[in-house]
Nanobody
């Protein structure tokens, strides 16, 4: 099993920045690809950004140029740096991990095997 723990959420004004972290533990050697999803109230969970086993990165159109994903393999941590935040970015942000070893960045929920508990991000206008 792999455990994922997100941190770094909070309340920020529009235009501000937040840095989310996802720490992985357990059988991390089985993890090949990781991603961030988010779920706003009353909406379905949606893909935000993902990184494939071969290092390819893909962002949702809504966050291109504002959000950036990075990894710290030594610490088994994935970082989501968010800037120029908008009220519509308000959601619970989830870290996800899978064992897909291809170069393709998965954008579907069912492509990931492990999920964190989520961290709330609220952007005020």
């Amino acid at each position: 099993q792999v455990q994922l723990v997100e941190s770094g959420g909070g309340l920020v004004q529009a235009g501000g920045s937040l840095r989310l972290s996802c720490a992985a533990s357990g059988r991390t050697f089985s993890v090949s690809n990781m991603a961030w999803f988010r779920q706003a109230p009353g909406k379905e969970r949606e893909f935000v950004v993902g990184i494939s086993a071969r290092g390819y990165i893909s962002y949702a159109d809504s966050v291109v140029g504002r959000f950036f994903i990075s990894t710290d393999n030594a610490e088994n941590t994935v970082i989501l740096q968010m800037s120029s935040l908008k009220p519509e970015d308000t959601a619970v942000y989830y870290c996800a991990a899978g064992n897909n070893r291809t170069a393709v960045v998965g954008r579907r929920i069912d492509e990931y095997d492990y999920w964190g508990q989520g961290t709330q991000v609220t952007v005020s206008s």
